[in-house]
């Protein structure tokens, strides 16, 4: 005789409920994922069966909540379905198994409470009290979590990317302030042959004509070799290239990518959640599950996650725009699936372009809703930003209507003309300061638009963009830089297949957080290009102890200082290196004094570092 080991397991814990006379039935929720402060725990559990094409749709007509609590401290997370909870390797579409994912950011023992709803709808309208109430509604339990390892890797010791008011990130575990470099491009980096379900969507022309327009999906091939022993990837070796990508760029110690999740009718249109291009109410398990493997990935090697929520060209997909039911079921979803994660950036959309009314496009209105319902939703208040349009007096019209609003906490600057970045960071962090709520400023995306930063190969010493966008950024009190590629180059931002294309140029982003980190008080200083008479530099400082100034020409210049003694090093922001002499060494102040001649290469760019000397004791 065959027996159903389910059922007889399901009927044993029935009797031993009946025996203690009731039960929460949490001997049935399976906790997985090491027990750790900031390590991701998973709750599964049996519920309903379902499948993604079910009448009873698993993602609108079910609501599955888990609330942790440890003393004050206590987190709503959603849940979601997980099919047969091993869909990344089978590619199931029905099953019966129910996931919540929890980040534990304190130690200690932490109490949980499922809440499970069904019906029309109930996952984003209506008030889940009052819903029915389906098993495994009502579950308690308890996890007892320790602290983290301080090896552990990533973010796993240094803890979760938290904005706090200031102009920029911290890990919530180390404090430690976060300066982001990385990848801008490929925008579609989600559009992988190997992630299921994923194909071109038909809508760009250049790409139509094609024998099999699928052609145009990332394989990043070249970084297959950064793939390692011990590496995740799924069903027989698939996704090493992607995960070699994230290697590769770990390795140039970048920290950050910025990747669209929905480009349906966009320029790509071949990165979308649901289980066809035509669909907007159900998600493919499989392919979501294969994205997480690769966002946990990305926390392991301490790299930022981008998610850019939509286009210009898609921004009415959705509810035609307004925050309904496809809007809330798409950015629930991704909260509950990715929130937990430890750095994440929520982008409100790419090249915002809205206006007080329109029939076309997102209002102001409409865009706060949606920044409004992430910030309800998302139990972990990851960092939201807008991405803005290249021209400035839109730019400026555009972003000067979330100032003061709480639930935008920077603009991700995008500029069609470099020489407008410094003054656009400096404009930014001052009008949002005087609007009582500081934004976090980063330049991710440069013009012109079909350039970019282009390939070593064709700009090997990447000159003006290191002038006039990595350090014109970083010296106005600007929080980092991502790489735009354009389109007219090879690996551009649609095409790239392989990020060494542009090694020099992340050694050089490497080579300026470096410097911040190392040698400035960064987090005290503001820019203060009045205090020197050159009048193409930047000046950064926290006045009377540091003061860097970066010269694109190496020439020497005149800084106004206060009384005291002062040492003067140079550093290299082409190569780096160690900090170096030049001319002069010390100064007096006060008044405005020589910082001398950097120690060589007259005409390359330096950076003046002149730091007040303590008398000794």
């Given at each position: 005789?065959?027996?159903?080991?389910?059922?007889?397991?399901?009927?044993?814990?029935?009797?031993?409920?009946?025996?203690?006379?009731?039960?929460?039935?949490?001997?049935?929720?399976?906790?997985?994922?090491?027990?750790?402060?900031?390590?991701?725990?998973?709750?599964t559990f049996n519920g309903p069966q379902a499948g993604e094409y079910d009448t009873l749709n698993p993602f609108t007509d079910y609501r599955l909540d888990a609330e942790f609590t440890n003393g004050s401290l206590s987190y709503k997370v959603p849940g979601y379905f997980a099919a047969d909870g091993n869909a990344a390797e089978t590619s199931a579409k029905s099953g019966n198994l129910w996931r919540v994912k929890f980040c534990p950011p304190e130690p200690g023992n932490w109490t949980y409470r499922i809440s499970f709803a069904k019906g029309k709808n109930i996952a984003v309208s209506g008030d889940p009290e009052t819903a029915q109430r389906i098993y495994p509604d009502g579950a308690e339990g308890s996890i007892e979590i320790t602290e983290s390892d301080t090896d552990a890797p990533g973010f796993l010791y240094?803890?979760?990317?938290?904005?706090?008011?200031?102009?920029?990130?911290?890990?919530?575990?180390?404090?430690?302030?976060?300066?982001?470099?990385?990848?801008?491009?490929?925008?579609?980096?989600?559009?992988?042959?190997?992630?299921?379900?994923?194909?071109?969507?038909?809508?760009?022309?250049?790409?139509?004509?094609?024998?099999?327009?699928?052609?145009?999906?990332?394989?990043?091939?070249?970084?297959?070799?950064?793939?390692?022993?011990?590496?995740?990837?799924?069903?027989?070796?698939?996704?090493?290239?992607?995960?070699?990508?994230?290697?590769?760029?770990?390795?140039?110690?970048?920290?950050?990518?910025?990747?669209?999740?929905?480009?349906?009718?966009?320029?790509?249109?071949?990165?979308?959640?649901y289980t066809d291009s035509n669909e907007r109410y159900r998600f493919d398990c499989s392919k979501l599950d294969q994205w997480d493997i690769v966002f946990s990935h990305a926390d392991r090697l301490g790299i930022m996650m981008h998610f850019v929520l939509q286009e210009t060209e898609n921004?009415?997909?959705?509810?035609?725009?307004?925050?309904?039911?496809?809007?809330?079921?798409?950015?629930?979803?991704?909260?509950a699936r990715f929130s937990h994660h430890l750095a994440i950036t929520?982008?409100?959309?790419?090249?915002?372009?809205?206006?007080?009314?329109?029939?076309?496009?997102?209002?102001?209105?409409?865009?706060?809703?949606?920044?409004?319902?992430?910030?309800?939703?998302?139990?972990?208040?990851?960092?939201?930003?807008?991405?803005?349009?290249s021209n400035p007096s839109q730019r400026i019209k555009d972003i000067s209507e979330y100032l003061g609003f709480k639930s935008v906490e920077g603009p991700s600057i995008q500029c069609g003309n470099v020489d407008e970045v410094h003054e656009d960071a400096i404009r930014w962090i001052k009008k949002s300061g005087d609007a009582m709520h500081q934004w976090v400023v980063c330049i991710d995306e440069i013009g012109q638009h079909w350039k970019g930063a282009l390939p070593d190969s064709f700009d090997p010493g990447h000159d003006t963009i290191r002038h006039k966008v990595l350090w014109a950024n970083l010296m106005a009190g600007g929080a980092g830089v991502e790489w735009y590629f354009g389109y007219k180059y090879p690996h551009s931002d649609l095409s790239c297949e392989d990020w060494r294309s542009r090694d020099i140029l992340w050694d050089q982003t490497r080579t300026a957080l470096d410097f911040f980190h190392k040698h400035l008080p960064f987090n005290e200083m503001t820019s203060a290009d009045e205090l020197t008479r050159a009048t193409d530099d930047y000046c950064f400082a926290k006045t009377g102890e540091t003061y860097a100034v970066y010269l694109p020409e190496g020439k020497s210049t005149e800084i106004l200082l206060p009384s005291g003694e002062f040492s003067v090093s140079w550093f290299n922001p082409r190569t780096g290196g160690e900090l170096m002499t030049g001319t002069i060494g010390r100064i007096a102040g006060a008044g405005y004094r020589s910082t001398g001649n950097p120690p060589g290469e007259p005409g390359k760019d330096w950076v003046?570092?002149?730091?007040?000397?303590?008398p000794s004791l």
């Amino acid at each position: 005789m065959k027996y159903n080991k389910s059922l007889i397991i399901a009927l044993l814990s029935v009797l031993v409920c009946a025996s203690a006379g009731s039960c929460k039935r949490s001997d049935e929720v399976q906790v997985s994922g090491e027990l750790k402060q900031w390590h991701t725990v998973t709750l599964t559990f049996n519920g309903p069966q379902a499948g993604e094409y079910d009448t009873l749709n698993p993602f609108t007509d079910y609501r599955l909540d888990a609330e942790f609590t440890n003393g004050s401290l206590s987190y709503k997370v959603p849940g979601y379905f997980a099919a047969d909870g091993n869909a990344a390797e089978t590619s199931a579409k029905s099953g019966n198994l129910w996931r919540v994912k929890f980040c534990p950011p304190e130690p200690g023992n932490w109490t949980y409470r499922i809440s499970f709803a069904k019906g029309k709808n109930i996952a984003v309208s209506g008030d889940p009290e009052t819903a029915q109430r389906i098993y495994p509604d009502g579950a308690e339990g308890s996890i007892e979590i320790t602290e983290s390892d301080t090896d552990a890797p990533g973010f796993l010791y240094r803890g979760r990317l938290i904005y706090d008011g200031t102009r920029y990130l911290k890990h919530q575990g180390t404090g430690e302030i976060f300066l982001k470099g990385g990848a801008d491009s490929p925008e579609n980096f989600l559009a992988y042959r190997e992630f299921d379900g994923t194909y071109y969507g038909g809508n760009n022309n250049a790409r139509s004509g094609e024998a099999d327009p699928n052609q145009g999906l990332h394989l990043y091939e070249p970084h297959a070799a950064d793939w390692k022993e011990g590496d995740p990837s799924w069903k027989n070796g698939r996704g090493k290239g992607i995960i070699g990508a994230l290697n590769y760029l770990s390795s140039k110690g970048m920290n950050s990518f910025y990747f669209l999740t929905l480009n349906i009718l966009g320029d790509g249109d071949d990165v979308w959640p649901y289980t066809d291009s035509n669909e907007r109410y159900r998600f493919d398990c499989s392919k979501l599950d294969q994205w997480d493997i690769v966002f946990s990935h990305a926390d392991r090697l301490g790299i930022m996650m981008h998610f850019v929520l939509q286009e210009t060209e898609n921004e009415c997909l959705l509810d035609c725009g307004y925050l309904d039911v496809q809007r809330k079921l798409y950015l629930r979803e991704l909260i509950a699936r990715f929130s937990h994660h430890l750095a994440i950036t929520w982008n409100l959309g790419e090249e915002h372009h809205a206006v007080d009314w329109s029939p076309y496009g997102q209002t102001y209105g409409d865009t706060k809703k949606m920044a409004e319902y992430i910030r309800d939703t998302d139990p972990y208040d990851n960092f939201i930003v807008i991405h803005t349009h290249s021209n400035p007096s839109q730019r400026i019209k555009d972003i000067s209507e979330y100032l003061g609003f709480k639930s935008v906490e920077g603009p991700s600057i995008q500029c069609g003309n470099v020489d407008e970045v410094h003054e656009d960071a400096i404009r930014w962090i001052k009008k949002s300061g005087d609007a009582m709520h500081q934004w976090v400023v980063c330049i991710d995306e440069i013009g012109q638009h079909w350039k970019g930063a282009l390939p070593d190969s064709f700009d090997p010493g990447h000159d003006t963009i290191r002038h006039k966008v990595l350090w014109a950024n970083l010296m106005a009190g600007g929080a980092g830089v991502e790489w735009y590629f354009g389109y007219k180059y090879p690996h551009s931002d649609l095409s790239c297949e392989d990020w060494r294309s542009r090694d020099i140029l992340w050694d050089q982003t490497r080579t300026a957080l470096d410097f911040f980190h190392k040698h400035l008080p960064f987090n005290e200083m503001t820019s203060a290009d009045e205090l020197t008479r050159a009048t193409d530099d930047y000046c950064f400082a926290k006045t009377g102890e540091t003061y860097a100034v970066y010269l694109p020409e190496g020439k020497s210049t005149e800084i106004l200082l206060p009384s005291g003694e002062f040492s003067v090093s140079w550093f290299n922001p082409r190569t780096g290196g160690e900090l170096m002499t030049g001319t002069i060494g010390r100064i007096a102040g006060a008044g405005y004094r020589s910082t001398g001649n950097p120690p060589g290469e007259p005409g390359k760019d330096w950076v003046c570092l002149i730091r007040h000397l303590q008398p000794s004791l």
